[in-house]
């Protein structure tokens, strides 16, 4: 198997009727860099920049941010990178950050962008560095955990205002800037059409999408087998999504761990994706899995089963069996 990834290294992702998916790569760290290359990600679809805050015992300086960012662009090659602001607060607590009160429930609390648009001068630095770190290439900004249009504007204010600053110090600026978000929060589901049409991309973070939809801990082991990303009603919403994207002309990824794993990718592919971001080793698995994977008769097993009114239909033994038989 680990031959066949090799060899797969270099070949472009298709499925076998040959419709292309891009298949990134999930990084945080300098460290994950050199798997760029050896897994063969098409560039970096979710870069954790809270990790560097998480491995720090103070808040990292701005030019040790700048610093992190450059390397990864030079580490990615002209490779799009998607960088995701600061997410922190619920299960990813500063030691050092004394900002946070006890929460009952730190999952739905003061978290990721909530918290940095009440901490402006966090997301403000943030942004600068980013914005030097790829002066003269292209930057890609995701904002976590976005529940209400609000943030996007005020955090895109924080955007112009240092593109404006940076611009009056002659500095080098960014060739082109995208704003995205990522879809983790329900109630983006009803306001789908207008998200897309004030961001320049989405990504689904399915891992807390799928916590918020369920209402079920990601982290809580007893529950962790009881409900199904592979069941019809999550998979509509997955679908909803993807739709729109088309609907919309928006870039849709979907980074969550879902993504990595081969069962899954396949349906996702079924249901309209056409980029998904996942830890590197999974690459190889997912793209000899597309290889083999005719989409054009998946989509039709797919509208057929989640347009049905059976919504306890098995999927995940469903989707097992349309791979095993060919
Ligand atoms: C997600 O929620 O699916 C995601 C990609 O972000 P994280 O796992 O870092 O919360
Ligand atoms: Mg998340």
Known sequence: RQE??????????KTKDGVHVDLLMNAGLAVDLPQLAEAGAAGIGLFRTELQFMVASTFPRAEAQERLYRDVLDAAEGKPVTFRTIDIGGDKVLPYFKGSLHEENPALGWRAIRLTLDRPGLLRSQIRALLKAAGGRELKVMLPMVTELGEIARAREIMDREVRHLSRFAHHLPTSLKLGAMIEVPSLLWQVDELMQAVDFVSVGSNDLFQFVMATDRGNTQLSDRFDPLSVPFLRVLKHIADA???????????????????????????GYRSISMSPASIGPVKAMLAELPVGELKAFMDDNLSSHA????????????????
């Open 311 to 326: 919504v306890d239909l098995p999927m995940r033994a469903l989707l097992q069996a349309f791979a095993d038989d060919r």
């Open 245 to 271: 994207g088309k609907r919309n002309h928006t870039p849709v990824t979907l980074c969550g761990e879902m993504a990595g794993r081969p069962i899954s990718a396949m349906a996702l592919t079924g249901i």
């Open 4 to 13: 066949l990834y090799r060899e797969l290294r270099k070949k472009p992702s």
